[in-house]
Nanobody, 124 residues
Framework: QVHLVESGGGLVQAGDSLGLSCVASARTLWFHTMAWFRQAPGKEREFVAGISCGGDDRYYEDSVKGRFTISRDNDKKTLSLRMTNLKSEDTGVYYC?????????????????WGQGTQVTVFS
């Protein structure tokens, strides 16, 4: 079991940048694939970005490619999401997630550990 706590959400204007952080309480994160998801009002939670166990592979949902960057520091047990050129459609609650798996493929579902979420609101 991994306990995850997100921070860094806020209210920003379209075109601005924002960084999210997630701190994990676990013996180690080296065997966990990690990801960010988001849930917009009235919509289902959706995958945003994922990163492999060692951090070598990163993958993104199409609408955030080129604007968002996911990163991790396994020694500090943290996951980050750097968001630039934010758009109103990026508004939602952002969740950090971890799955006990190391894979050479993209892992966009099946996560068993979730944070409580942090709100990101982008206004035009």
């Amino acid at each position: 079991q991994v306990h995850l706590v997100e921070s860094g959400g806020g209210l920003v204007q379209a075109g601005d940048s924002l960084g999210l952080s997630c701190v994990a309480s676990a013996r180690t994160l080296w065997f966990h694939t990690m990801a960010w998801f988001r849930q917009a009002p009235g919509k289902e939670r959706e995958f945003v970005a994922g990163i492999s166990c060692g951090g070598d592979d990163r993958y993104y949902e199409d609408s955030v490619k080129g604007r968002f960057t996911i990163s991790r520091d396994n020694d500090k047990k943290t996951l980050s999401l750097r968001m630039t050129n934010l758009k109103s459609e990026d508004t939602g609650v952002y969740y950090c997630a971890a799955q006990l798996i190391c894979a050479s493929r993209e892992v966009t579902s099946g996560y068993e550990n979730w944070g409580q979420g942090t709100q990101v609101t982008v206004f035009s």
